[in-house]
């Protein structure tokens, strides 16, 4: 669909102040539990750098989130901290408010763009998509009932989300004790991916600790992203999997394959495990 007509293009909007500094919204509508969503506010900083860059795709970003963001304005600052022929890097932070009027930093990142355009068709691989039942065979939030978590799930209506029934045994209260989450993803209204949203679509799915008995808010502290290739318009398939679950902590690797089968997106987030 035309990204005009897109809540998600129009959610991640960004206003130019003056150089290097934006303004936004964060929307309600891609909060999950007590937060806004962290794979939407990457996508939020990936427009302002996208913007800000010579180049115009992102080719790895790292986040650090700071504190939970809220629904509501905020400032993105961004700074270019070299360019080249192929490359650019710069860093963006992200600002929200308190109730004295101060701002408080809620997520900085730093990130390398390029033009996923130029990349050589050359293709060297041991990766193969993961095995996900056709989406008639996945189930949905409308498929069944989802787990007492409180706070909100605003998110779920944005998202086209069907997961592999071997990983969905946590919404009918039997987890099947492994850190894997799979699924068919796309936007709800119909919008193609593109290498912005890809940089949604890593943290969308619910988290593998759901799957390993524990439910509840599963902040993120680290997230890093690669864009691999410019994705084919259709539906992705997600795999994410968690090997080790320790001190409190635990670790979520994803990989995000296109409709043509080719890997489009990688990442790794650490993320602190719910007190369940």
Known sequence: MDSEYSEFDRDTAVTLREPGVYDAELSAGWTIIHAV???YLLALLGRALGDALPHPDPFTISAHYLTPSTPGPAVIRTE???TGRTLSTGQASLFQYADDGTEVER???LASYGDLDSLPDDVR???KPPAIPPREHCFGPSDGQDPRIPGSSA???RLDIKLDPATCGWAVGMPSGKGEMRGWFGLADGRDPDPLS?????????????????????PTVELTTHIRCRPAPGPLRVAITTRNLAGGFLEEDAEVWDSADRLVAQSRQLARAPRG
Do not use: M
């Open 155 to 157: 998110i779920t209506e």
């Open 80 to 82: 270019t901290v070299r």
């Open 37 to 39: 969503n962290g794979g």
């Open 125 to 127: 691989t041991t990766a």
């Open 107 to 109: 997520i900085r990142v």
């Open 198 to 218: 890809l940089l949604l679509t890593v943290d969308a799915l619910p988290p593998t600790s759901f799957e390993l008995g524990l439910t509840g808010w599963t």
